[in-house]
């Protein structure tokens, strides 16, 4: 059987970015991304996007009970904030002296760090 080999996708945000959401019930929030799921093409943005979920007892939470977490979001409705001028901006790519590869704001043209 052959196994179905592809390329990890690259997406336009990463962990630690700062971004804003531009659709949804959250559209206009600003938040820093803790984690990426890439094979649902979501991630988790901290502070947004809560929901509640019933936990059965356990010895961690004896009680049991509703608790709530952050839910992902699309990465499509997500727009990286520039470090420059503080507005959401497109992404672009392109090699540096070194000849590797990294991430600019189309918007100021700074190269953008994530904080990882």
């Not at 649902?40 to 936990?55: S, T």
């Not at 503080?86 to 392109?94: A, K, L, N, S």
């Amino acid at each position: 059987m052959k196994k179905n080999l592809q390329k990890p996708q690259k997406f336009h945000v990463r962990r630690g970015d700062k971004v804003m959401v531009i659709a949804g019930d959250e559209k206009g929030k600003i938040g820093t991304i803790t984690k990426i799921i890439t094979k649902k093409q979501r991630a988790i943005v901290e502070g947004l996007n809560i929901v509640k979920r019933a936990v059965k007892p356990s010895n961690d939470n004896p009680e049991g009970g509703f608790i709530e977490k952050e839910a992902g979001i699309h990465i499509s409705n997500l727009m990286l904030i520039d470090p420059k001028t503080g507005e959401p901006t497109r992404i672009g790519r392109r090699r540096n002296a070194a000849g590797k590869l990294e991430r600019y704001s189309k918007k100021s043209g700074e190269t953008i760090i994530s904080q990882q």
